[in-house]
């Protein structure tokens, strides 16, 4: 049997105090410091391709984004102006 190596997609929203991660259809909480990151790593430890993807938010994201470099565990950051309009419903739909 094959292993499986597809990324597993983690969306993680970022505040100042907390990260809430997003992950198979469950919703975990994080304090956004060092022990919270520990612990956010070893829940994603339990999957073979973790892929981290969070929104740029004013420099909150930072010490996470690079915590996930030091762990090896590949992140992306997106620019909310980039990718919110894509968010947008047109009116009358």
Do not use: W
Request: proline share 5%; with cysteine.
């Amino acid at each position: 049997m094959k292993k499986n190596t597809a990324p597993v997609y983690v969306g993680m929203d970022v505040a100042k105090a907390t990260l809430q991660v997003h992950l198979n259809g469950h919703q975990f909480e994080f304090k956004n410091n060092s022990k919270g990151h520990t612990q956010l790593f070893k829940k994603l430890a339990t999957l073979t391709l973790p892929h981290v993807v969070c929104e740029a938010t004013g420099g909150y994201e930072r010490p996470v984004v690079e915590a996930c470099h030091k762990a090896k565990i590949l992140v992306s950051v997106l620019n909310p102006a980039h990718h919110s309009e894509r968010r947008i419903i047109p009116s009358g739909a």
